[in-house]
């Protein structure tokens, strides 16, 4: 790690970290480089090697920082107060994981060989953050419906996050997976990541 002040390492790992999440808006996972990223930065490829061993560890601190912002709206819920609908929880519940589009997305296509190709320690404040989330939405559920038992909020938790696996990919199809959709018959509904989850958390809920 290179010499300076914990606070401008944290800057420049933030700005990697923006860049390599600005270009994944626009290419796929195997088009965004270290050479690519370091166009996007004030940095030479082998200056970014001070701060990640590989585009995995940056990838791996997108999620880690996406599941962070995601806890944080996530308490926020927690304070709007015990007297909501099963509706009005899961209108306000699916805003929160509307504004994690980039997390869906990575967790979806890559997450298995980003976390293979990232530290232990990276992985150990990746898993940190997801805790933090799963213990904030376990959080929002109890301070919004407390009517709901602790059996009904684990259920819950054990299904939605396997769900969220899929929310991107179902969101989000290429051009190519709707023709062969088309080709084949398979009806298929435009869904918003909003619109799946406030449904999936309505249905669950009641």
């Known amino acids: 790690m290179p ?22 808006e626009t290419m796929n996972y195997n088009e965004v480089t270290i050479k690519e ?46 007297r ?18 980039q997390l869906l997305k ?3 296509m890559n997450l298995y060989e980003i976390e293979e190709g990232s530290r232990l320690e990276r992985l150990v404040e990746y898993k940190q953050a997801f805790f933090r989330a799963t213990s904030a939405f376990e959080q929002s559920l109890k301070a919004s419906l407390p009517e709901l038992s602790e059996e ?19 969101a989000y199809p290429t051009d190519k997976q709707m023709a062969a959709m088309d080709q084949v018959g398979l009806p298929y509904q435009k869904s918003s990541i909003y619109d799946l989850c406030f449904q999936f958390a309505r249905e669950f809920l009641n």
């Open 106 to 108: 990575i967790q979806a």
């Open 84 to 101: 909501q609908s099963i509706n009005e929880y899961a209108d306000r519940f699916a805003k929160t994981v509307a504004k994690r589009k």
């Open 37 to 82: 990223i370091s166009k996007e930065t004030s940095f030479s490829r082998p200056s970014i090697y001070n701060y990640f061993e590989s585009k995995e560890e940056i990838f791996l601190a997108i999620l880690t920082k996406e599941y962070n912002a995601w806890a944080d709206d996530l308490e926020q819920l927690s304070l709007v107060g015990s």
């Open 3 to 24: 010499k300076g002040s914990a606070k401008l390492t944290e800057n420049r790992k933030e700005e990697i970290i923006d860049a390599c999440a600005k270009l994944y």
């Open 152 to 170: 009904k909020i684990e259920h819950f938790r054990y299904a939605f996050f396997p769900f969220m696996y899929g929310i991107y990919p179902y």
